[in-house]
Nanobody
């Protein structure tokens, strides 16, 4: 059973910072990419940041220069450092592990975490 456990969400004032963490567990052989997505109330889920196994990253235009994604491959953990937060960053943030191969398995699957709430007050 693959599990993604997220932590680090909360309430912060505009201009503040938060760091999200997501740890993947479950007899993992390899993961192609990990990412953070968010879904604000009444809106569709959108990509925030993604990091591939080779280290390449991509970000939503709205967070470039403010958010940084990083990954600890040895721990199968991904982080999202969020600085200069804005009220429009308020959303539920979801961790995603993409192209996960479990030990002994042939195929790859994608997995999602339960989500963590980030609220930025003005």
């Amino acid at each position: 059973q693959v599990q993604l456990v997220e932590s680090g969400g909360g309430l912060v004032q505009a201009g503040g910072s938060l760091r999200l963490s997501c740890a993947v567990s479950g007899s993992i052989s390899s993961i192609n990419a990990m990412g953070w997505y968010r879904q604000a109330f009444g809106k569709q889920r959108e990509l925030v940041a993604r990091i591939a196994s080779g280290g390449s990253t991509n970000y939503a235009d709205s967070v470039k220069g403010r958010f940084t994604i990083s990954r600890d491959g040895a721990k199968d953990t991904v982080y999202l450092q969020m600085n200069s937060l804005k009220p429009e960053d308020t959303a539920v943030y979801y961790c995603s592990a993409q192209g996960v191969r479990r030990i002994g398995a042939l195929g790859r699957l994608d997995y999602w975490g339960q989500g963590t709430q980030v609220t930025v007050s003005s």
